[in-house]
């Protein structure tokens, strides 16, 4: 009887042992899911103080930079003290001044998305005199006066695409919209597509002029008047998917059936994925690169090596981590997680915006 009652209370130890290691996985492979496994998540050795500066808040992937550093800061044990925004690509005197306030508040790491690739140089400096680490966030910035960047290989997205197109087999004219003319991630996605075409006989690509602004109008119309040139066309590129979803407005006006392949995934395009109208988009995860911005800090503050940071080379003159392309097609544009790649939830609120 004594041994039955031993067996049984080692048996209950056991399955407690287990629920509990059960649980400690569980729990760890929730953390992971937010980082989609490309790093393991730590916490921060003493708490540390975060301004962001991004171009716009106009559309979820610049938002989701902004969730996901704020929403990883808390988990770290970091705190966003400001946001600020540019208002537009090209907007750089007005950036010049945020970086400057973020300064005067004493952050000790600024998240940078950059309103354009060059002239940064001595704003950044001055941050980095100042003992502040300075993380390019979501595009690049041309100066060597950056901490690291959590970015993605732009000329992949556009090879990503064209990619897409080719395996359909189904080839011809495919016109191209390459957004606005200085942004850097623009051109290098353009490059990547049209070098990417000529390794897929039968994709004729039509190179179009870069210019206008981001947007939907944009798309619509410069898709309006390709269309009307180049009436045979079968698909349509844009670097972004405000433009792309102009760019499907206006083949439906004009009843074609034209495919469309874009980037930066937004909620409003998630039904344009599941009629077809789109072909592919590529996920630009926006909440990841800001956990990840917020990770590799927690990290460098600590004076812990972040090994899967690349060294700077050719591509980018300060250490970079490129957040793989991760491509939503028809066929998996219900199941795609858009929570932890893109899309903040409904119930999140903005910090302080300046």
């Given at each position: 009887?004594?041994?039955?009652?031993?067996?049984?209370?080692?048996?209950?130890?056991?399955m407690?042992?287990?629920?509990?290691?059960a649980?400690?996985?569980?729990?760890?492979?929730?953390?992971?899911?937010r980082?989609?496994?490309?790093?393991?998540?730590?916490?921060?050795?003493?708490?540390?103080?975060?301004?962001?500066?991004?171009?716009?808040?106009?559309?979820?992937?610049?938002?989701?930079?902004?969730?996901?550093?704020e929403?990883?800061?808390?988990?770290?044990?970091?705190?966003?003290?400001?946001?600020?925004?540019?208002?537009?690509y090209?907007?750089?005197?007005?950036?010049f001044?945020?970086?400057?306030?973020?300064k005067?508040?004493?952050?000790?790491?600024?998240?940078?998305?950059?309103?354009?690739?060059?002239g940064?140089?001595?704003?950044?400096?001055?941050?980095?005199?100042?003992?502040?680490?300075?993380?390019?966030?979501?595009?690049?910035?041309?100066?060597?006066?950056?901490?690291?960047?959590?970015?993605?290989?732009?000329?992949?997205?556009?090879?990503?695409?064209?990619?897409?197109?080719?395996?359909?087999?189904?080839?011809?004219?495919?016109?191209?919209?390459?957004?606005?003319?200085?942004?850097?991630?623009?051109?290098?996605?353009?490059?990547g597509?049209?070098?990417?075409?000529?390794?897929?006989p039968?994709?004729?690509?039509?190179?179009?002029?870069?210019?206008?602004?981001l947007?939907?109008q944009?798309?619509?119309?410069?898709?309006?008047?390709?269309?009307?040139?180049?009436?045979?066309?079968?698909?349509?590129?844009?670097?972004?998917?405000?433009?792309?979803?102009?760019?499907?407005?206006?083949?439906?006006?004009?009843?074609?059936s034209?495919?469309?392949?874009?980037?930066s995934?937004?909620?409003?395009?998630?039904?344009?994925?599941k009629?077809?109208?789109?072909?592919?988009?590529?996920?630009?995860?926006?909440?990841?690169?800001?956990?990840?911005?917020v990770?590799?800090?927690?990290?460098?503050?600590?004076?812990?090596?972040?090994k899967?940071?690349?060294?700077?080379?050719?591509?980018?003159?300060?250490?970079?981590?490129?957040?793989?392309?991760?491509l939503?097609?028809?066929?998996?544009?219900?199941?795609?997680?858009?929570?932890?790649?893109?899309?903040?939830p409904?119930?999140?609120?903005?910090?302080?915006?300046?």
């Amino acid at each position: 009887m004594n041994s039955n009652k031993s067996l049984s209370a080692l048996s209950v130890r056991r399955m407690l042992l287990l629920g509990t290691l059960a649980g400690a996985l569980m729990g760890s492979a929730h953390a992971e899911d937010r980082l989609a496994g490309l790093v393991q998540p730590v916490k921060a050795s003493k708490p540390f103080r975060i301004g962001i500066a991004v171009v716009h808040l106009q559309d979820d992937f610049y938002k989701g930079i902004v969730y996901g550093i704020e929403d990883e800061a808390k988990r770290v044990g970091a705190e966003v003290v400001q946001v600020s925004v540019a208002g537009a690509y090209g907007n750089v005197r007005e950036q010049f001044a945020q970086l400057e306030a973020l300064k005067a508040l004493k952050v000790d790491m600024v998240a940078f998305s950059a309103a354009s690739f060059n002239g940064y140089d001595n704003a950044l400096k001055t941050l980095k005199d100042s003992g502040i680490k300075v993380v390019a966030v979501g595009i690049p910035v041309g100066s060597k006066h950056v901490d690291f960047g959590v970015l993605q290989d732009d000329k992949e997205i556009g090879r990503t695409l064209a990619k897409e197109i080719c395996k359909t087999g189904q080839l011809g004219r495919a016109l191209t919209v390459p957004g606005p003319a200085g942004a850097e991630w623009a051109r290098l996605r353009y490059v990547g597509f049209v070098e990417q075409s000529k390794s897929c006989p039968g994709l004729d690509v039509v190179e179009g002029a870069f210019g206008g602004s981001l947007g939907l109008q944009h798309g619509l119309t410069q898709t309006s008047d390709l269309l009307l040139r180049y009436p045979d066309a079968k698909y349509v590129y844009t670097p972004e998917i405000s433009l792309g979803m102009g760019a499907a407005q206006a083949i439906r006006q004009q009843r074609k059936s034209v495919k469309v392949v874009s980037s930066s995934m937004v909620k409003e395009a998630i039904p344009m994925l599941k009629d077809g109208r789109f072909l592919a988009v590529v996920s630009e995860p926006g909440i990841i690169m800001g956990r990840l911005a917020v990770q590799f800090a927690a990290r460098q503050l600590a004076g812990v090596p972040a090994k899967e940071l690349k060294s700077a080379d050719h591509s980018s003159p300060y250490p970079y981590f490129n957040v793989p392309p991760e491509l939503i097609t028809p066929a998996n544009a219900a199941t795609h997680p858009y929570e932890i790649y893109e899309i903040p939830p409904e119930n999140w609120k903005l910090p302080t915006v300046r």
